[in-house]
């Protein structure tokens, strides 16, 4: 089971339990490669650089998976050609 967060949060962590009496785990983008929702939402785990930041480790929600990949990350959205790296649109 997967608490579903809105906004900023659903970019930094996932938080998960197995069943539902039993304590919550919470995970980074370090931990784990992605997460999904039953509602359709997927997310990966990938470096993004926000402006003239360092490169970040965040969750981006998979828009459009293919040859070229659309993601959101908070409120912009990015593309990918396989193997390259994000590009901002």
Do not use: H
Request: charged share 30%.
């Amino acid at each position: 089971m997967v608490d579903y967060k809105e906004g900023v949060k659903a970019y930094r962590s996932c938080t998960f339990k197995k069943m539902e009496d039993q304590s919550t785990v919470s995970y980074t983008p370090s931990d784990i490669t992605g997460y999904g929702l039953i509602e359709g939402k997927f997310f990966e785990s990938t470096e993004i650089k926000e402006g003239d930041q360092m490169q970040n480790l965040v969750f981006v929600e998979v828009k459009v998976k293919g040859v070229v990949s659309l993601y959101k990350f908070d409120n912009s959205f990015f593309v990918k050609k396989n193997g390259d790296t994000l590009t901002r649109l």
